[in-house]
């Protein structure tokens, strides 16, 4: 059983900045890959980043990409993701979660890979 829990979301005005952090339990953090998506209100989930096991490949969806980075810290069993430029249409609730077999597809965003998440965190941004 692996828990997640995300933390970081806020308000905060257009162009602005934040970051999102997601702790996970577990003794075998490394070998998980780890996503973000997002859900806003009235719209399907969507991919927003994965990053593979050891940190080396991350992938973003198109309208992320030069805005938002993911990151991890496998010695905290943490992962981020650091968001800038902020724009309204980011509002959402954004979730974190593990795939302990990593795939290239869930590297892609197939969110039918991942095994556990989080209970997300709620990002606002204002115009």
């Known amino acids: 059983q692996v828990q997640l829990v995300e933390s970081g979301g806020g308000l905060v005005q257009a162009g602005g900045s934040l970051r999102l952090s997601c702790a996970a339990s577990?003794?075998?953090?490394?070998?998980?890959?780890m996503g973000w998506f997002r859900q806003a209100p009235g719209k399907e989930r969507e991919f927003v980043a994965a990053?593979?096991?050891?940190?080396?490949?991350?992938y973003y969806a198109d309208s992320m990409k030069g805005r938002f980075t993911i990151s991890r810290d496998n010695a905290k069993n943490t992962v981020y993701l650091q968001m800038n430029s902020l724009k309204p249409e980011d509002t959402a609730v954004y979730y974190c979660a593990a795939d302990l077999h990593p795939t290239i597809q869930s590297m892609r965003g197939d969110d039918r890979r991942y095994d556990y998440w989080g209970q997300g965190t709620q990002v606002t941004v204002s115009s």
């Open positions: 990053i593979s096991p050891t940190g080396v490949s991350t």
């Open positions: 577990g003794r075998t953090f490394s070998t998980y890959a």
